[in-house]
Nanobody, 121 residues
């Protein structure tokens, strides 16, 4: 089985910074994509940033403020969030598209349990 374990988040004032990390563990053959989504109260889950190793995509709302990075050796993805705004308040979910050792031809989507980021004004 595969697990995504997130860490980081918490309460921060507007204009501040927070960093998140997410480590994938288990029977991993390869990880195609890793990244972050978020869901604010009453809203749908939305993309924040994704990295495939060859490319990086950011939501327009976070471009220039957030930075995603990945350590392939550690199967870990990071999200550095700067210049935070109250509208960044949400539960942030780690995401990964992974091929496992028992089914290396099949790509499956995995999600972390979510970590709360609250930005106060």
């Amino acid at each position: 089985q595969v697990q995504l374990m997130e860490s980081g988040g918490g309460l921060v004032q507007a204009g501040g910074s927070v960093s998140l990390s997410c480590a994938a563990s288990g029977s991993i053959f390869s990880i195609d994509v890793m990244g972050w989504y978020r869901q604010a109260p009453g809203k749908q889950r939305e993309l924040v940033a994704l990295t495939s190793g060859r490319s990086i995509n950011y939501a327009d709302s976070v471009k220039g403020r957030f930075a995603i990075s990945r350590d392939n050796a550690k199967n870990t993805v990071y999200l550095q969030m700067n210049s935070l705004k109250p509208e960044d308040t949400a539960v942030y979910y780690c995401y990964a598209r992974i091929r496992t050792r028992t089914a290396s031809q099949v790509r499956r989507d995995y999600w972390g349990q979510g970590t709360q980021v609250t930005v106060s004004s």
